[in-house]
């Protein structure tokens, strides 16, 4: 078969979009969407490497720093928020054997994802809109430096990404809820109550003890999406008040910037922002896991009760940590820093070490297993987690910190190591796994492909974040630039295993389109012909 | 005082020996998980003296710092410590206002930053001239921010904005400014 042919077709013509369900369109199109979105994300990563090396003449400063701005909202809103959520929304009523409660909401949400990731990132880049992601108040609002306009639109953007959001939080707990047509009634309280985790609590000071109504990946997913809820409220309403400012200003009108409270707005802000970091990423990875882990070996999950309990304590732990981020802020009290910012962060080493632990354990009882790709790249999300979670443990140290914070420390080996490592390659294990599924049957171009793709990632990525890391902790600050070649060893490698990450993309990617044909593509994005609510066709 | 050098060179060196660690028993694991052999069911016993392992590190890694930096109980208790010298600065429109054109330290002496914003959130640090960090802390506008720090040894340091404040703040930097001398006048 030729080139073009499998090009056009796919692999062996064995993707036929119009055998998928409305389901299995809906879970492919977020994916789509989401791995667009992190190929924009690895182009304005690979920019920003070549640039801390030497600043590129045709990129100015300003524009430099609105990349910088965009590329992580980029990430995590237009590639994360769209695999993850498309996978939730696929997987809950798969789970649950029940219909998703709105198929046309969940669209919807893969639509406002899209169109308010390119809306920001577009006016980002078209006004140079470089407050950075922080938005330390009243920096979003710093006319003197922004463009009014580029900073109006991309407000919207994120503002079109959250309303996708809450369609999803929407969704999510209305299908764990509802009775479909035709059931018997459903206890939607009761479903809610084991979801989040009260059934549980309440039955842990009960002699009674009762089965859970959903099952763990379910109860991760609700927690985790409680977590994702609370953020999208947080960063609606600070994305309402900058606009507030900004249409004062395009009326004539310039507000008082001390109306408001810096550092209340810092910790406003980061009780929000870690409601991503610290919350429905840990949670929703460690669901993941567990929901891997099980489907791999086929056997029950090591200690069930206390991976469950783990996960509550991770969704009310989210709630109390932000205060690692404001270590440095001398007015910040001190409480605050040695409870919320030390110990109650350090319940991440433990939420997140039993999840390891659990994992690993569970893969252990059922050896010998095939060195599949969704168990490699499993091995490998582990391994990031394992590496960037304790680096954050010790930068949430008010020694440490004194000496870390806002270093490449930080973005290095505890952000993107997390990030790319850790969660980018649970993803990639979530998608491996259920290709085969969401396709039904689709073959995958290339299994070498797959492999490169595994081992460029995990060493791109491990690489990237040590050697930024290494700069980090000889003085070198995030969010700047050093004009001089001052850590030009260390960046150079860094961009290198930042080259790695692009061609592990590239290649992944390459794959995936060889796999389902350029009309197999342009076939996900047409109505199904099926109609029926069901996950899988009926055959 | 300890140096930060000394504890930057203390964490390089226990983070690397961990990092290698958990490469090494994740390459054996998947190389063991994919060989036959016998799967011997994990007794509850070294689940829970996983999770007490965890409790005891994450928790006592704050008290270790806490009794060998010195500079976390001092600055925790810096209100109740009189510096030996204080340094007004001011910031504003990006540009540091210091009340002298160089800080000049005399070695013990224990100096007390006060740093003012009148715009934007910015950062205040210290840096030798190899670029490492000595020191930094956060610059919030409306709110007071202090750092105190004690000086054991002569050197020449650079003051730098740690926190991003805008395109503008990249060149936010005085060179050589502070000057901590260690010759009996």
């Known amino acids: 078969m030729s080139f073009i042919h499998t090009l056009v077709n796919g ?48 990129v100015p400063t300003q524009q430099f720093f609105a990349i910088m701005t965009a590329h992580p909202l980029v990430g995590i809103f237009g590639s994360t928020y769209a695999i993850v959520f498309g996978t939730f929304l696929f997987l809950v009523p798969f789970l649950m054997k029940k219909p998703l409660w709105s198929i046309p909401l969940a669209n919807w949400t893969c639509g406002l ?175 993941t896991w567990y929901l891997l882990a099980t489907l791999i070996t086929g056997k029950k999950l090591y200690m069930e009760n206390f991976a469950r309990a783990a996960l509550f304590v991770e969704m009310v732990v989210s709630w109390t940590v932000w205060s690692h981020h404001l270590m440095s802020d001398q007015a910040q009290p001190g409480i605050l820093k040695t409870v919320s ?115 460029a990632h995990l060493l791109g990525g491990i690489g990237m974040g040590a050697f930024m890391g290494m700069a980090g902790l000889q003085g070198m600050l995030r969010r700047s630039l050093y004009v001089n070649g001052e850590f030009n060893g260390y960046m150079i490698l860094a961009a290198l295993s930042g080259a790695l990450l692009l061609f592990a993309f590239l290649a992944f990617f390459f794959n995936i389109v060889m796999s389902l044909g350029l009309e197999g593509v342009l076939g996900i994005f047409t109505p199904s012909r099926l109609d029926t609510k069901e996950p899988l066709p009926a055959n | 005082m300890v140096d930060s050098s000394i504890v930057l060179w203390g964490q390089t060196l226990a983070y690397t020996f961990y990092v290698l660690a958990i490469m090494a028993l994740m390459g054996w694991f998947a190389r063991r998980v994919t060989q036959p052999g016998e799967s011997r069911d994990v007794k509850p016993a070294l689940f829970y003296s996983f999770v007490a392992f965890l409790v005891v590190l994450g928790v006592s890694l704050h008290f270790i710092t806490y009794y060998t930096i010195p500079w976390k109980p001092m600055d925790m208790h810096r209100a109740t410590i009189t510096p030996d010298k204080v340094f007004d ?64 040894k002569p050197g020449v340091y650079t003051i730098r904005s740690t926190e991003y404040s805008g395109p503008a703040g990249v060149n936010m930097t005085l060179k050589d400014v ?5 010759e009996k006048s």
């Open chain 2, 178 to 182: 502070v000057v901590v001398s260690c």
């Open chain 1, 113 to 287: 994802l899209a169109v308010g990731t390119f809306t920001f990132w577009f006016a980002g880049f078209l006004s140079e809109y470089a407050p950075l992601y922080t938005l330390y108040w009243p920096l979003p609002a710093d006319f003197t430096q922004f463009s009014l306009w580029g900073g109006t639109f991309f407000i919207v953007g994120i503002a079109l990404v959250m309303v996708g959001t809450v369609l999803f939080v929407v969704n999510i707990f209305k299908t764990i809820s509802y009775t479909p047509a035709g059931w018997a009634k459903q206890p939607a309280g009761a479903l809610i109550g084991s979801a989040l985790g009260l059934s549980g609590l309440q039955a842990f000071f009960s002699k009674n003890k009762k089965e859970h109504l959903v099952s763990l990946p379910v109860a991760a997913i609700a927690r985790g999406t409680v977590d994702t809820a609370l953020n999208a409220g947080i960063i609606l309403f600070t994305g309402v008040l900058i606009l507030v400012y900004m249409v004062a200003a395009l009326l004539g009108h310039d507000l008082r910037h001390s109306a408001v409270d810096a550092l209340l707005y810092k910790n406003w802000f980061w009780w929000g922002l870690d409601l991503i970091a610290d919350g429905l990423v840990l949670i929703f990875v460690a669901g």
């Open chain 2, 89 to 152: 600065i001011s910031v504003a429109s990006h540009t540091f206002q210091l009340p002298s054109e160089k800080l000049i330290i005399a070695c013990d002496d224990k100096v007390l930053f006060n740093v003012t914003s009148r715009d934007l959130t910015y950062g205040f640090g210290l840096f030798r001239n190899d670029h490492s960090m000595l020191f930094q802390m956060q610059v919030v506008p409306g709110h007071k921010n202090d750092i105190l720090w004690q000086f054991d």
């Open chain 1, 341 to 455: 910012g030390e110990m109650v962060t350090s319940f991440e080493l433990i939420t997140q070490g039993l999840a390891f632990f659990i994992t690993l354990v569970t893969l252990w009882s059922a050896r010998p297993l095939k060195m599949t790709h969704p168990l490699k790249f499993l091995l490998g999300g582990l391994l990031g987690f394992a590496l960037a979670v304790p680096a954050g443990i010790m930068q949430a140290d008010l020694g440490l910190n004194r000496i870390l914070h806002n270093t490449q420390w930080i973005i290095g080996p505890h952000v993107h190591v997390a990030v790319l490592v850790g969660l980018t390659m649970t993803l990639y294990s979530a998608i491996y796994l259920l290709f085969p599924l969401v396709t039904n049957g689709a073959k995958l171009y290339s299994e070498k492909l797959a492999v490169f793709h595994f081992w």
């Open chain 1, 11 to 58: 692999e062996q013509e064995s993707f036929k979009p119009a055998t998928l369900t409305p389901m299995q369109k809906m879970i492919l199109r977020f994916v789509v969407v989401g791995l667009v979105y992190y190929g924009f994300a690895v182009v304005e990563g690979m920019i920003m490497r070549l640039y801390e090396i030497t600043p590129i003449p045709t």
